[in-house]
Every structure is written in structure tokens, then in C-alpha cells.
């Protein structure tokens, strides 16, 4: 049965002795209509997506994260390393700002200093270990060092020769930078981060790597491949890349830090020459992904010890520049909707809700109040949509705006069609989201999922993002000239498009 992520159940196996390894979400903001931050959370929520990583601290999501229980992870972009790691009162002050202000409402875990920045930005890896170490400082003098990880997260590429994986070893080039960065990491019980995409691996591959291999497939014993140094037996690229790196820290002397992915993830689109970029493959993969790292089975050479990692990533961001591909590795379009819907059967206690037909339809942050009101004078007139619920005393009457009363309508209309294409456009004031708008005793149609009951979620922003004034309409019996009139005057067409 199709089954889509994300109600995860983190009962899985430790990646050190006292943390439960999981599984994450990247949220990039490379969209053209990026969602508010509290519409972000709502999503998170809905979906019981309990880890994320953010590729800055943004303030505003700071605050939205803050008394969700969500773990956070957060980042110092590259632009920000060098004065970071040349200066400890910099540090300091980006700790207070961005930690301190914030912990601990909002749940930080874990500070990502840079990404990739040996390969990225090579010319600040000279200061990346005292970015580390000033940033930890900080961290030891608000006694929040123990609750919070510092690393950085580093690409695959720095790994040489990685199969089979018992060979890898790191750039040497880059051992002045590594040796350090290791020590630091064993001495504060960090994590060696790393980004694994076994779609390059695939891509660039020219055939040799079977597509099987890189999507986490179960393979029959004679078609794995087999480290001959170890006699290890390697099903899939995700594996023997991790296993590479432990294997590489180990030839550098470093055998206890545990290994965390930050990002992985598979494209669902991609240009004419990128045929393996598709909606099946990116679901088989990260539906194989979420499985792996669940149900406890680890790597060939830690087997039962699994990797916590984060999928790359949370939304579609159409303003990356590059192939088609780097547009479109999300699990959602910027409203919130399922870009698939992920296989997740026989995955132990990993619980997911089918929300194939959990869909709504709610009025747009920022619409034009009087196109909101034409809009739902026409729900509730010739669009034949039961607005009683909305009327003073009945259950959906509060918060009583026209962006609460809009959206119920709108939302009616949309189920009441059968969500045909279409259906929940209203002249551009409206959009579809996965966030169930239901809130109290005031019950949206589709709110309920294959047992009757609710997603845990409403619309964050339904009660102070929209018009002070209360909504007026006409009701579908009474819907009278006066009406139409208000409704040609603002362009609204004859049906909703």
C-alpha cells in the first residue's frame, strides 16, 4: 500500500550509547514562494517530522520552532566562516545571537559550521577547525556544550579510492585540516558529518555502478559486492560510502566517532540526459533510505549501528541554478503538497498516515480581502456550498475573518467536486496544502484519514494573518443580486477557475 513519510517513530537503534539514530529533513529556501515559517512548521507538524536541518539560523524559523519539541540543527553559512573562525568574540557573539536567544524554546541539537567547505570554499579551510573550536568554546562558556553537537559537514568527494571501502582513505592534501578537525571531534563526542548522494556516484559512474545498487534494492547475495580485503558483502552505494569514511578516519587512528549523513536524497525530475532522474527512482529510494536506517540493520562494517540521517530535502527549490535535477529533490511543492507519495510498508514501527487523499484547499496568505470576500459569496451561493457552520454561534464561525470563513468554503467546494483540477484556484486567491485547517469542534472535509481520525495540525497563521474585519457573505438560499454585483466589481469570473 502507498504510504506516505512522515509519522516516524524514533524506537531504532543507538548511534552511540544514549542517541536513538533518525531520520531528518534539509529545509533549503531557494523558492520562488518560499512558505511562511509558520507554515513550515505546520507541515513538520502534520507530518511528525521531528528532525530538521536549516542551512542558516533564520530567525524567523528560529521562533517558529520554538516549543515544538523539534530538534533542530543549524548552520553557519560559508560566507560567515572566516570571520567566525578569526575571531573568538565573533563566535561568541553568532552563539548568543543564534543559540542562546533561542535554546531552550526552540530544541537546538546540533550547529553545522559551513558545508562542504574543503571543496566549496577551500580558501577558509585553514580556519575551519578554530571556526569549531571558537563556536564550541562559546557553547562550554553557556554551559550548553553538552547539549549541543559542532561539526561540519563535509562532501563525499574528500573520500579517495572508495571501494572497495576497507582501501578509502582521505585527501591527503587534507590531512593538516582533517587530522585536527578529528581530534575535535573525538574530544567533544561529535559526529563526523558527511553528504552521501549516491545519484552521482550513479551519473558519473558511466554504467558500472547497476542502478539497484544505488536505489537501496535488496539484491540477491551474488549480485552484492564484496570488499575482497574484508569479505564484507555491500548491497547498496549508501553503505560503502559510509563505511568508507569509517574506514578512512580508522587509517587516520580515529575508530570511535560515529558517522552522520546531512544530506542525501534522489532528484524526481531531471534534463534529457538525466533519464534516471524520476518520480519512481526518488521514491524507491528514499522509501528504501527511511527503512534502512530505521529498522536497525547499520552497515556492513557496524552492522546494528545505524547512521542518523538527514533526506535533502523539504521542499522543491525552483530558484537553484543548474540542471532541471537541482530543482526537484523535494517531498513537497511549496504548498505543501506531496511531490510522491513514499512506499513505506514493512518498515517495522516506522508508521506512516496515507495522505493520498489528505489534500485541502485554503484561502492564500496575503489575498486581496474583497477577492476573498466575491470568492466566498460565490462558494456559498451558486457555488452550493453549506455555509451554516460559518453563521454566529455554529461551530466554525470562530476566528471570525474572512480568511478563516474563505478558506472553510473554499475547502468544502474543493472535496464537493471531487478536488478536480481546478477546483481550488477561486480566481488566485486560493491554494492546496496538506495542513489540515480543522481546528476545535470545526471539522474540514478530507480531515480524516483511513481510520476517521485527524492530523494533529491547523493553519498557524489563520487568526492573525488576515483581515480584522468579520466575514460577510450571503448564504446559498439567500444569495442575492447585491452579491453579484460586488462580485463583477472586483473581476471575479463565473466559475471558480
Known amino acids: ?55 542558516n539560523a533564520d530567525r524567523g524559523m528560529l521562533l517558529a520552532l520554538s516549543n515544538t519539541g523539534i530538534k533542530v540543527a543549524i548552520s553557519i553559512p560559508n560566507e560567515q566562516l572566516l570571520g567566525i573562525g578569526q575571531s ?88 593538516p585540516v582533517l587530522i585536527p578537525m578529528l581530534n575535535f571531534l573525538q574530544s567533544t563526542d561529535s559526529y563526523f558529518m558527511l553528504n552521501v548522494y549516491p545519484y552521482f556516484d550513479y551519473m558519473q559512474s558511466n554504467g558500472v555502478i547497476p542502478l539497484d545498487y544505488t536505489l537501496l534494492k535488496p539484491l540477491p547475495s551474488n549480485k552484492e559486492a564484496v570488499d575482497a580485503n574484508t569479505l564484507l558483502h555491500y548491497s547498496n552505494v ?3 560510502m559510509v ?35 524520476t518520480l519512481d527512482n526518488a521514491n524507491t529510494y528514499n522509501s528504501n533510505l527511511i527503512r534502512h536506517v530505521l529498522n536497525k540493520t547499520g552497515t556492513p562494517k557496524h552492522p546494528g549501528v545505524s547512521v542518523s540521517t538527514y533526506i535533502y530535502e523539504l521542499y522543491n527549490e525552483d530558484m537553484k541554478p543548474g540542471p532541471v535535477s537541482e ?12 511531490v510522491y507519495i513514499l512506499h513505506l510498508t514493512g518498515s517495522g514501527s516506522v508508521l506512516a498516515n496515507d495522505t493520498t487523499n489528505q489534500t485541502f484547499c485554503t484561502a492564500k496568505e496575503g489575498a486581496d480581502a474583497k477577492m476573498l470576500q466575491a470568492a466566498l459569496d460565490w462558494a456559498c451561493g451558486p457555488g452550493k456550498v453549506d455555509c451554516s457552520p460559518l453563521l454566529q454561534g455554529q461551530t466554525c464561525y470562530e476566528p471570525d475573518n474572512i ?33 489540515n485547517p480543522s481546528h476545535g469542534s470545526c471539522l474540514y472535509l478530507g480531515s480524516g484519514d483511513k481510520n476517521g481520525t485527524l492530523l494533529n495540525s491547523t493553519i498557524p497563521a489563520m487568526d492573525s494573518k488576515s483581515s480584522d474585519s468579520p466575514a460577510k457573505f450571503v448564504y446559498g438560499n439567500v444569495f442575492s443580486a447585491a452579491a453579484y454585483i460586488v462580485i463583477g466589481a472586483v473581476g471575479w469570473s463565473a466559475l471558480p477557475l
Not at 507554515?39 to 507530518?47: G, P, S, T
Not at 585553514?126 to 562550554?140: C, D
Not at 579510492?161 to 582513505?169: E, G, M
Not at 472553510?408 to 486567491?429: E, I, L, M, R
Open 1 to 55: 500500500m502507498a504510504m506516505l513519510l512522515l509519522l516516524w517513530v524514533l524506537t531504532v537503534s543507538a548511534v552511540s550509547a544514549d542517541e536513538d539514530a533518525f531520520v531528518g529533513v534539509n529545509i533549503g529556501t531557494e523558492l520562488s514562494d518560499m512558505p511562511h515559517p509558520t507554515q513550515v512548521v505546520a507541515l513538520l507538524k502534520a507530518q511528525q517530522i521531528r528532525h530538521v536541518r536549516l542551512y
Open 88 to 175: 573568538n568574540s565573533t563566535a561568541a557573539n553568532w552563539v548568543s545571537q543564534n543559540v542562546v536567544a533561542h535554546y531552550p524554546a526552540t530544541n537546538i541539537t546540533t550547529i553545522c559550521v559551513g558545508s562542504e567547505v574543503l571543496t566549496a570554499l577551500p580558501n577558509a579551510a585553514r580556519v575551519l577547525v578554530n571556526a569549531l573550536k571558537f563556536i564550541h568554546s562559546a557553547l562550554v562558556a553557556s554551559n550548553l556544550d553538552r547539549q549541543i553537537k559542532v561539526s561540519t559537514p563535509l562532501a563525499s568527494s574528500i573520500i579517495l579510492d572508495s571501494f572497495p571501502p576497507s582501501q578509502a582513505f582521505f585527501n591527503h592534501s587534507w590531512n
Open 238 to 240: 549508501f553503505d560503502a
Open 243 to 277: 563505511d568508507a569514511a569509517y574506514f578512512a578516519m580508522a587509517y587516520l587512528n580515529f575508530t570511535n566517532i560515529p558517522v552522520m549523513v546531512t544530506e542525501t536524497g534522489w532528484p524526481s525530475k531531471g534534463d534529457s540526459y538525466e533519464p534516471d532522474a
Open 327 to 338: 530543482k526537484n529533490w523535494g517531498l513537497f511543492d511549496a504548498n505543501g503538497v506531496p
Open 403 to 435: 480568511f478563516a470563513h474563505a478558506t472553510y468554503a473554499f475547502n468544502t467546494y474543493y472535496h464537493q467536486t471531487g478536488k478536480t483540477p481546478g477546483s481550488c484556484d477561486f480566481n488566485g486567491v486560493a491554494t492546496t496544502t496538506t495542513t
